[in-house]
């Protein structure tokens, strides 16, 4: 890490945000019934950098799976 200088060390992390999925409690009327289903696993992958100072801004990118 000696070779270089301290602004060009960059920070990355990623975080999963899952788009398409149905809330854990639903409400309904006492007659009906409710039964359980899957989740759904569709998420997009964002990862997110920033450098020592927080003075580099880069965008962010989404990585999803091919259909």
């Known amino acids: 890490m000696s070779e270089y200088a301290v602004k060009d060390i960059l920070n990355a992390t990623e975080c999963a945000l899952f788009f398409n999925i149905l809330p854990e409690k639903i409400y309904t009327l006492r007659a009906e019934s409710c ?12 990862p997110v950098y920033a450098d020592v100072f927080g003075s580099e801004k880069f965008p962010l990118l989404t990585v999803g799976e091919p259909k």
């Open 35 to 46: 039964k359980g289903s899957k989740e759904n696993k569709e998420r997009l992958t964002i």
